[in-house]
């Protein structure tokens, strides 16, 4: 089965913090992905990753930005967290090759306050 | 891009099959039909997809229509378990990551 594991389930912090989310799969997937979830918003892309040390923008990267330096590992960083990205966040990982599903984490639950 | 329409809400009596339909009157020729469920304080966990034929694994059904405007999620033997909210999914290209949306879904009750 894949498994893709986030560090946090639960994370505290306070406005005006760097905030580092980690995520790691270990099924040797290319892409990976950070999403966020809120009421009524549903799941909205941050960032992607279709290899090492690449990135693309996702609806919604401002505030946000992202590190891969190994295939296995997609951190997405809070450069200065604010109360307004108080969420729920989600990593994903997929295979590149065919129409694949994406492979979620059980999410960190982070509050800035 | 390909929209979903799914009721807000069904019920299930513990033991009985689940059909849970999606309308995706728009969908066109490659796009392939996802299903996801997220129980309650998880991560989304993918169920099954397809393109026009019908599939099965070992969790649930999928029998997508001849015209291939709607869907339906079967899962033959529901538990307690299998409370979640479902998610149908139309994808729309095979490298438009942008456009894989979750939207409102189906909240499943399976009553004992």
């Known amino acids: 089965d894949v498994k893709v594991t986030q560090s946090s389930r639960y994370l505290v912090k306070r406005t005006g913090e760097k905030v580092f989310l980690e995520c790691v799969q270990d099924m040797d997937h290319e892409n990976m992905f950070w999403y966020r979830q809120d009421p009524g918003l549903g799941l909205r892309l941050i960032y992607f990753s279709y290899d090492v040390k690449m990135k693309e923008k996702g609806d919604i990267p401002e505030g946000y930005s992202v590190s891969r330096e190994k295939k296995e590992r997609f951190s997405l960083i809070l450069e200065s967290a604010s109360t307004n990205q108080t969420s729920m966040y989600l990593c994903?990982?997929?295979?590149?090759?065919?129409?694949?599903?994406?492979?979620f984490g059980d999410g960190t639950r982070l509050s800035i306050l | 891009d390909a929209k979903t329409t799914q009721p807000p809400s069904m019920d299930c009596a513990e033991g009985r099959a689940a059909n849970l339909p999606c309308n995706h009157s728009?969908?066109?020729?490659?796009?392939?039909v996802y299903w996801y469920r997220q129980i309650h304080s998880q991560g989304p966990q993918y169920i099954i997809h397809?393109?026009?034929n019908n599939e099965t694994n070992e969790m649930a059904s999928l029998i997508i229509t001849e015209d291939r405007k709607s869907s339906t999620l079967i899962l033959p033997h529901a538990t307690l378990r299998d409370t979640a909210v479902y998610y149908c999914?139309?994808?729309?290209?095979?490298?438009?990551?942008?456009?894989?949306?979750f939207g409102s879904g189906t909240k499943l009750n399976v009553k004992p």
């Open positions: 728009t969908i066109s020729g490659n796009e392939y």
């Open positions: 994903a990982s997929s295979l590149s090759r065919g129409h694949q599903p994406q492979h």
């Open positions: 397809g393109l026009k």
């Open positions: 999914i139309v994808r729309p290209n095979l490298y438009n990551f942008n456009k894989f949306y």
